[in-house]
């Protein structure tokens, strides 16, 4: 795609301005700021900057953008760390920055193989390809860390993101950085090198971009058109808003009890049959609880309704007391308690990777958890209802939502405590990627979050409703339990991205081979 020369070009000051540029329009693509069509040109300063440019150079401009990007955007990490952590201001910023120098690694591995295509007739197909194969290989890599894909920036637009139901949110990031290729070329390429290799690809991309817009115009159509007779449920969402410095406080128990029990109450009138309170909504050990958890099975009796909240666990094995994140399903009809078991913690918040050798950072973060993983993925099920449990950040993991629909999850229910979170962006941030969930599975999402965003949201991707932040909420609507066929991202996952990725290593291999001949013509 790009002029790649021999010469080593050493990097401008023109050169990481625009690297930088690319990265904070990145950043502002995402939520909360309503900018997200930055994102379908935010790296032709990037692209601009890697002109005439070798891989070395085309490496650490990446490197630059992506710093640039996630320093900007994962900033709330220092509240996390600092307010809710308890870590010193100093280690909370080194650890977000050895976090953003990962991440960036992502980008600059984007742009160094980006200059070496050279021309070639499927350069903006073959970059774009690599981006999706990058994410990819991000979301897998290291226990995963798919966070704000390129594709969630475009969450409210609900003509772009039906495709997610046949490619994933990698469609929509294919999508975009084949937008910012072809921008570029229009923007910067000379004339006699446009006319042949960009007039052809143009082309290709104007059909896939039909294509995808034909496809979400018959998706949403469908859904519009088709009489809904299936069954359905009256949901009720809960937002306590606990304060997170007290929330495990044994003193604020009664009060965290009575908020719960007092919002709920306020709904009878809506006669629910379902109602969804967050993560850890109870803190405490609901399982052995004699003064609070009688009174939450009797408020389950009394709303005749099935009740999903959150609570720790722990189970005793061969001696040793095991800890669980957990979501529990009571029943009006008193049946067995049904529980799920988070199964994808987060590392450093609620276990500690490779404990033994990294045993100093418990003692470096006094509120990391110490949970195990849970032993297996099935949905919670009562009469028509069968949930599909997402326990907070367990919803940007596409895999673990596709496994519950694959098992028979009617809806997918997101219980989450954002509280963590603080007044910055990444609640913005969490609530877009959830939408995507819903479309790949074509499954409405019930997020019950303790100081929001909480919301509905339908198998199209639209929110229905949403809580403020920071706020108690009720939210009240009918829910659709119906279900549909399984989709294709439902059934075969994430083939689109594997497929790129293979093509992308092959294109790359191709290339290095053709360098090589040329270089042993030379000689």
Known sequence: ?????????????????????????????????????????????????????????????????????????????????????????????????????????????????????????????????????????????????????????????????????????????????????????????????????????????VLIAGITFSYSHYRLFEERSVKKSGQSVKTVIVQGNIDQSIKWDPACQEKTMESYIRLTRTARDFRPGLIVWPETALPFFFQDNVKFSPRVLSLAMESSASLVFGSPAYKRVSGMTRYYNRAYLL????????????????????????GRVLAFVNRLV???????????????????????????????????????????????????NDAWFGMTSAPYQHLSMAVFRSVENRLPTIRSANTGFSAFISPRGEILAQSD????????????????????????????AILLLFISFIKLFHCMWRRRGRDVTAR
């Open 1 to 205: 795609m790009l002029n790649t020369k021999k010469k080593r070009v050493p990097l401008s000051g023109c050169d990481i301005l625009l690297a930088v540029l690319s990265g904070i329009m990145l950043t502002a693509s995402f939520p909360p700021g309503k900018l997200s069509f930055l994102a379908w040109f935010a790296l032709v300063p990037l692209l601009k900057s890697l002109d005439n440019k070798s891989p070395s150079p085309a490496f650490r401009l990446g490197l630059i953008t992506g710093v640039a990007h996630y320093l900007t955007l994962l900033y709330w990490i220092v509240v996390v760390l600092g307010h809710y952590g308890n870590l010193n201001i100093v280690v909370s910023f080194v650890m977000l920055i050895l976090l953003c120098l990962y991440l960036a690694l992502y980008p600059a591995i984007f742009s160094s193989l980006t200059t070496s295509l050279q021309g070639s007739r499927l350069d903006l197909i073959i970059m774009a390809g690599f981006w999706v194969g990058l994410e990819y290989i991000r979301s897998e890599l290291l226990t995963g860390f798919p966070w704000c894909f390129l594709g969630y920036t475009q969450f409210e637009h609900l003509y772009v993101i039906q495709i997610a139901d046949i490619c994933g949110v990698y469609g929509l990031s294919f999508l975009i950085i084949l937008s910012n290729g072809i921008i570029f070329w229009l923007l910067f390429m000379r004339s006699e090198r446009r006319s042949n290799l960009l007039k052809w690809q143009i082309i290709i991309a």
């Open 331 to 354: 029943t009006p009809d008193d049946q067995a308690i049904k529980y799920y078991d988070k199964v994808h913690l987060v590392p450093f918040g609620e276990y500690v990777p490779l």
């Open 366 to 416: 006094p509120a990391a958890g110490d949970f195990d993983v849970g032993d297996k993925i099935a949905p919670l099920k009562h009469e028509g209802i069968s949930a599909g449990i997402l326990i907070c950040f367990e919803v940007i993991f596409p895999e673990l939502a596709r496994a519950h629909a694959r098992k028979g999850a009617n809806i997918l229910v997101n219980l989450t």
């Open 469 to 496: 932040l920071f706020t108690e909420a009720v939210l009240q609507a009918s829910v659709d339990i119906s279900g549909s066929t399984l989709p294709f991202y439902t059934r075969y996952g994430d083939l689109f």
